[in-house]
C-alpha cells in the first residue's frame, strides 16, 4: 500500500507541503502547499514580492525552507545544495558566464559532471539546435542579443536534460514582440521535450497563455491554483479577481441587494452592456450610476461609471463593428448597467489556507 | 567503443573535496567561519596585539640615568606631553597639516574640476592615469627628487635665476615662520613638498564627488535662471565638499605622522613623527615614543569626526 | 544622445592651464629623477644636466649594496603580496555577500593599518616583536607589509565581487557544480585579474614602504631604506640617482597595470539585457 502511494506520488515533479521561508521578520513564503504534475506547464504568477520567486529558490535549491518539506519526483529535497538535484534554471538575468563563449557555456553542465570533451560539445551543438542557435557557438554572451542569449541560459539549463525545468521571469527584459514569439515557441518546447516547466512571472496575459495550470501569489501565500480559463472565468478571491485580468469587485450592500448574499463578488467589465430600452430580464441585474469618463482603447472602448453608492464601475465594449458609428454616450451622462445574474462570481472574503 | 562508454559514465561525486562542499553548502555558518579565521587571527594576533602592547608600554617607566625600561606603570609619559617643548613640535605639525590639506585643495579642485566636467573617454582615462601615477610613484624617490629640485644650484634655483626672480625668492625667505636660509631648509620648501605628495589624494576624491553630480542638475540651475558663477556657488561646491573633506583626511593624516620629510627638507624642529623616531631610536624611551604616537591618533580621530559631518565617509 | 557631451561646454582658459599646469607640478618631480640618471656629472645636483651616459647602471648593478637591497625588497614584496592576497581573498569571500553581527567592525579593521599613521604601525609592531623577544629582520619585515597590503587586495577583490552577479554561482551550482568546481570554473576565472591588479598593487606599495619598515627592519636594509641612508652620502649621488629611477618605475608600472586590468568597471559581469 505504501509502495502504491510512493508510485502515485512519483507523477508529481514537484510536491510542496506545508512550506514556509522567512526572511528575519518577514515571512516571504508562508505555509504553501502545492502539488505540480510531472510534464505539466506550470505558472506562478504574483506581484513582486509575493513570494512566488522564493518559491522557486526552494525548489532550486537556493534557499532553504524554514519549515515544511519539498519533495521533487518523489524524494525529499529540503538539505540538498542545487547541485544535487535534477532540476535546472533559466536566470532572470540570464547568468551567462562572461569568460565562456556560447558553446562552453551550455556544455558547462555536462562538464562538471565529468562528460568527456567530445561527447559533450556534441551534446551543447545539438541543444544550441534546439533552441535555433547552431552556429553561434563561438560567441561570447556579450556578443549577443537579448533574445539570443535568453536562448543560450534555455539552452544551457536543458543540456542536462533535467524532469524539471525553472523559469524566473526569464521573458521579462525582452520587448514585447520578441516576447509574444518566445512565449510559442517555449510552449512548443514543453511540448516536443514532455518536461515539467515551472515559470515564474508577474505578467497575467503570459502566465494565461503559456500555462496548463496557475498559482496565484498573494504575500507569501497562494490564492488559486487552477487552469487559466477556470482562474478568469472562476476567480477564487478578490485579490485574484482583480489581478487576472480586469474585473468589478463590488462589495457590502450593494452586493447584497443584487446577489442576496454578504459577500463581495466580481463582474468582468466585459460582461456589463448599457441597458437598452427593453426592462430587465428575470436573468439580469441593473445598476444606475453616472459615466464620468470613456478611453478608446482602440480593440475595445472603456467606461468609467460612478455609482450611487460611490463605487466605481467599469464596462469594457468591443469594438466589433467596421463602421464608425458616431459616440453614443458623453461623460456626464446617467446611465444604466445591466448583465446577468450568473456572469456574477461570489469572491470570498479570506484567502484560502490551502492552495490545492 | 571503450572510450565513448568511458565518456558516458559520470564521475563518481563522493571525493573528499565533494563532501566538503556538501558540508558547507549545509553549514553556511562553518563556511563563513573558515573564511574569516584566517584574516581574523592575522589581524587580532598580529595588529591588534601590536597596538595593546603599544599602548601598554606607553605606561611603562624610562630611567633617565640608566636609560633602562622597566615595567613599572606610571602616568608621567602622559604627562609629558603638555610639556611646552612637546607642545611645539605638536602645533607645528599641526599647522603644517592643516596648511598642506588647505592649499592640496585649492590646487586639486580645478584640476579634479576639468577632469570631471570637460574630459571624456581617452582624455579622462589619460588625467586619471596621469594622476594615479605620480600617486603611486615611490614616496622616497619623490622627495629625492625634490631634494634635488631644491637643493643649491639644482633645478628650483636654475628656473628662479632664469626668470630672473632671484630677489623675490630672496624676500620670500626672508619671512619668518615662511621662509629660512635656503630653499631647502625653509619652511616653504618642505611645505611644497609635502603638498606635492600628497596632492593626488586629495584630486581624486573631489573628482569622484564631482563626477557624481548629475549634468541635470547643472542645466537645472542654470534653467531656473542662474549665471555660471552662481551655479558654481550655489550647487557644485556644496556637493563637492565632501570630496574635499574625504581628501583631506589623507592629506591631514599622512602629514601629521610623517617624520622622513622633515628630516631631509626644512628646518630643524621636531615633527611628531620625528620625535616618535628619535626617542624609540636614539633615546631609546619606548615608553615616551608610544605615548607620543597617542597624539596623532588622537588628532585623528578629532578630525575624522569633523569631516564625518561634511559627509566624507560616503565620498571615500 | 551621449550624456557627457551635453554637460561639455567649453573651459576656460584659467581652468585649462590650472588643470594641466596641476598635472605638469605632479610629473615634474618624476621627469628630474628620469633626466638625473642619465647625467654625466659624478657629483653635485647642478641644472642643466653636463650629458648623457649610461654608465652609472653598469655601476650601480654592479654593486653588492645595491643588489642585496633590490633582492631583499623584492623577496619583502613577494612574500607580503602573497599572505595579503590570500587573506584578502578570505576577507572579501566572507564580506561581501552575507549580512552578520561585527560586519563593519572587520572591514574598519581592515583599512586600519593604512588609516593609522605608518609611525603607529611601525612602532606598535616594534613593541610586539620586542615583548616576544623576536629579532627584527625579513620576517618582521614581511609581517608588518603583509598587513597594510592586505586591505589593497581585498578592496579590489570585493569590487570585483561586488560586481560580478552572484547569479553566476548559483547557475554554476544548478547545473551540477559542487562549491570547488564553481570556485575553479567560474569564481577564479572571475576573479583572475582582479587578484592580478590586486597584487601588483600589494607588491608596489610593499616595494616602497619605508615607515613602518624603518621600524621593523632591525638590521636589515631594503631599498627604500638604502636610498633613505644615501640621501646622507654625497659623493655616491650618480648611484642613488640610478636606484632612484629604478624604484620610481617598479612602482608606477604596476599602477599602469592594474588600471589596464580593471577598467571598464562600468560593465557588470553576468547581467543579461543590460
Redesign the interface.
Known amino acids: 500500500m505504501v509502495f502504491l502511494l510512493e508510485l502515485l506520488d512519483m507523477t508529481l515533479a514537484v510536491q510542496f507541503t506545508g512550506v514556509s521561508r522567512v526572511f528575519g521578520e518577514v515571512k516571504a513564503v508562508d505555509q504553501v502547499s502545492i502539488d505540480i504534475q510531472d510534464g505539466e506547464f506550470f505558472s506562478m504568477l504574483g506581484p513582486s514580492g509575493s513570494g512566488k520567486t522564493t518559491c522557486l529558490r526552494l525548489i532550486a535549491g537556493f534557499e532553504q525552507p524554514s519549515a515544511g518539506s519539498i519533495r521533487i519526483h518523489g524524494q525529499e529535497a529540503v538539505g540538498l545544495a542545487p547541485y544535487q538535484r535534477d532540476v535546472n534554471t533559466v536566470f532572470q538575468d540570464y547568468a551567462l558566464f562572461p569568460h565562456m563563449n556560447v558553446l562552453d557555456n551550455v556544455a558547462y553542465g555536462l562538464k562538471v559532471k565529468g562528460v568527456g570533451k567530445s561527447e559533450r560539445y556534441a551534446r551543447a551543438e545539438e541543444t544550441l539546435a534546439l533552441v535555433a542557435l547552431d552556429g553561434y557557438g563561438a560567441r561570447k554572451p556579450a556578443q549577443l542579443s537579448g533574445g539570443q542569449r535568453q536562448r543560450v541560459a534555455l539552452a544551457r539549463a536543458l543540456v542536462n536534460r533535467p524532469r524539471v525545468l525553472l523559469l524566473d521571469e526569464p521573458l521579462g527584459a525582452l520587448d514585447l514582440k520578441l516576447r509574444e514569439q518566445m512565449q510559442g515557441e517555449l510552449k512548443k518546447l514543453q511540448r516536443q521535450l514532455g518536461i515539467t516547466f515551472i515559470f515564474v512571472t508577474h505578467d497575467q496575459t503570459e502566465a494565461l497563455s503559456m500555462s496548463d495550470r496557475v498559482a496565484v501569489f498573494n504575500k507569501g501565500r497562494i490564492e488559486q491554483v487552477d487552469s487559466p480559463r477556470n482562474l478568469y472565468m472562476k476567480p477564487a478571491t478578490a485579490f485574484v479577481a482583480e489581478f487576472v485580468g480586469t474585473s468589478n469587485v463590488l462589495r457590502g450592500e450593494l452586493a447584497k441587494r443584487l446577489t442576496g448574499q454578504a459577500l463581495p463578488f466580481s463582474i468582468r467589465p466585459e460582461h456589463i452592456r448599457f441597458a437598452d430600452d427593453q426592462a430587465a430580464g428575470s436573468g439580469e441585474v441593473e445598476v444606475c450610476g453616472l459615466l464620468h469618463d470613456i478611453q478608446y482603447q482602440g480593440a475595445a472602448t472603456r467606461y468609467e461609471i460612478q455609482l450611487e453608492n460611490g463605487q466605481n464601475l467599469s464596462i469594457s465594449q468591443a469594438n466589433d463593428q467596421w463602421q464608425a458609428g458616431a459616440p453614443v454616450y458623453q461623460p456626464g451622462q446617467p446611465v444604466t448597467a445591466r448583465w446577468a445574474r450568473a456572469a456574477m462570481i461570489a469572491l470570498q472574503d479570506a484567502i484560502p489556507g490551502e492552495g490545492r | 567503443m571503450e572510450?565513448?562508454l568511458?565518456?558516458?559514465?559520470?564521475?563518481p561525486?563522493n571525493g573528499p573535496?565533494?563532501r566538503?562542499?556538501?558540508l558547507?553548502?549545509?553549514k553556511?555558518n562553518l563556511y563563513?567561519a573558515l573564511?574569516?579565521i584566517?584574516?581574523?587571527l592575522?589581524?587580532g594576533a598580529?595588529?591588534?596585539?601590536?597596538?595593546l602592547?603599544?599602548l601598554w608600554?606607553g605606561f611603562y617607566t624610562f630611567d633617565d640615568y640608566s636609560m633602562t625600561v622597566t615595567p613599572q606603570l606610571t602616568l608621567d609619559n602622559l604627562a609629558a606631553l603638555f610639556l611646552p617643548a612637546n607642545y611645539d613640535i605638536i602645533l607645528r605639525t599641526l599647522s603644517m597639516a592643516i596648511a598642506v590639506s588647505l592649499a592640496s585643495a585649492l590646487?586639486?579642485f580645478?584640476?579634479a574640476?576639468?577632469?570631471a566636467?570637460?574630459t571624456?573617454g581617452k582624455t579622462k582615462?589619460f588625467?586619471?592615469?596621469?594622476?594615479?601615477?605620480?600617486?603611486?610613484?615611490?614616496?622616497?624617490?619623490?622627495t629625492?627628487?625634490?631634494?634635488?629640485?631644491l637643493?643649491k644650484?639644482?633645478?628650483a634655483?636654475?628656473f628662479v635665476d632664469q626668470l630672473g626672480l632671484a630677489p623675490v625668492l630672496h624676500f620670500i625667505l626672508s619671512i619668518p615662520g615662511v621662509g629660512g636660509s635656503t630653499l631647502s631648509t625653509s619652511h616653504l620648501g618642505r611645505f611644497l613638498v609635502f603638498l606635492?605628495i600628497w596632492?593626488?589624494f586629495m584630486?581624486l576624491p573631489i573628482q569622484a564627488a564631482l563626477e557624481r553630480l548629475p549634468?541635470s542638475l547643472?542645466?537645472a540651475s542654470a534653467d531656473l535662471g542662474a549665471r555660471p558663477w552662481q551655479t558654481f556657488v550655489q550647487v557644485i561646491l556644496p556637493l563637492s565638499i565632501p570630496g574635499i573633506a574625504a581628501g583631506s583626511i589623507f592629506t591631514f593624516?599622512?602629514t601629521?605622522?610623517?617624520?622622513?620629510v622633515p628630516q631631509?627638507i626644512g628646518p630643524p624642529g621636531f615633527f611628531?613623527?620625528s620625535m616618535?623616531?628619535v626617542q624609540?631610536g636614539a633615546v631609546g624611551n619606548?615608553p615616551m615614543?608610544?605615548a607620543f604616537?597617542l597624539v596623532?591618533?588622537v588628532l585623528?580621530a578629532i578630525y575624522l569626526s569633523i569631516v564625518k559631518r561634511l559627509g566624507a565617509f560616503d565620498a571615500l | 544622445m551621449h550624456s557627457d557631451s551635453s554637460a561639455q561646454g567649453r573651459a576656460s582658459w584659467g581652468l585649462k592651464l590650472a588643470a594641466w599646469g596641476g598635472l605638469v607640478f605632479l610629473h615634474f618631480p618624476i621627469l628630474i629623477i628620469f633626466i638625473y640618471a642619465f647625467n654625466t656629472e659624478s657629483a653635485g645636483f647642478s641644472f642643466p644636466p653636463r650629458g648623457f651616459t649610461l654608465n652609472w647602471f653598469s655601476v650601480a648593478l654592479a654593486r653588492p649594496d645595491v643588489l642585496e637591497a633590490i633582492t631583499l625588497s623584492a623577496q619583502v614584496a613577494c612574500l607580503a603580496t602573497a599572505i595579503a592576497l590570500i587573506l584578502g581573498t578570505l576577507a572579501a569571500a566572507a564580506l561581501y555577500r552575507r549580512d552578520f553581527f561585527g560586519k563593519e567592525g572587520i572591514s574598519l579593521m581592515l583599512i586600519l593599518p593604512i588609516a593609522l599613521p605608518g609611525i603607529v604601525t611601525g612602532l606598535a609592531l616594534l613593541a610586539a616583536f620586542k615583548t616576544l623577544g623576536i629579532e627584527p629582520g625579513m620576517f618582521t619585515i614581511i609581517v608588518g607589509h603583509a598587513t597594510f597590503c592586505v586591505v589593497i587586495v581585498y578592496n579590489n577583490v570585493i569590487a570585483r565581487f561586488r560586481r560580478t552577479s552572484y547569479s553566476l554561482i548559483e547557475a554554476s551550482m544548478d547545473l551540477g557544480a559542487d562549491g570547488w568546481q564553481t570556485f575553479r570554473y567560474i569564481i577564479l576565472p572571475n576573479l583572475g585579474s582582479a587578484l592580478l591588479a590586486g597584487g601588483m598593487l600589494a607588491f608596489a606599495l610593499s616595494f616602497d614602504e619605508i615607515i613602518v619598515t624603518t621600524f621593523t627592519a632591525g638590521h636589515e636594509r631594503t631599498l627604500p631604506l638604502w636610498l633613505l641612508n644615501q640621501l646622507s652620502r654625497p659623493r655616491d649621488v650618480p648611484v642613488t640617482n640610478v636606484v632612484a629611477m629604478l624604484v620610481m618605475l617598479v612602482t608606477m608600472l604596476p599602477i599602469l597595470g592594474a588600471y589596464y586590468l580593471t577598467r571598464g568597471g562600468e560593465s557588470v559581469a553576468g547581467s543579461g539585457g543590460k
Do not use: C, E
Open positions: 572510450a565513448s568511458k565518456a558516458r559514465t559520470p564521475r561525486a573535496l565533494h566538503l562542499s556538501n558547507l553548502y549545509r553556511p563563513l573564511l574569516l584566517p584574516p581574523l592575522w589581524f598580529v595588529y591588534f596585539g601590536s597596538l602592547t603599544l608600554q590646487l586639486a580645478p584640476i574640476y576639468y577632469m566636467r570637460y571624456s582615462a588625467f586619471y592615469i596621469a594622476v594615479m601615477l605620480p600617486m603611486w610613484a615611490s614616496y622616497i624617490v619623490k629625492y627628487a625634490w631634494t634635488l629640485l637643493a644650484g639644482g633645478v634655483q636654475w606635492y596632492l593626488p584630486i549634468p547643472l542645466q593624516s599622512l601629521l605622522g610623517d617624520f622622513i631631509l611628531i613623527g616618535v623616531y624609540q619606548m615614543a608610544a604616537t596623532p591618533i585623528i
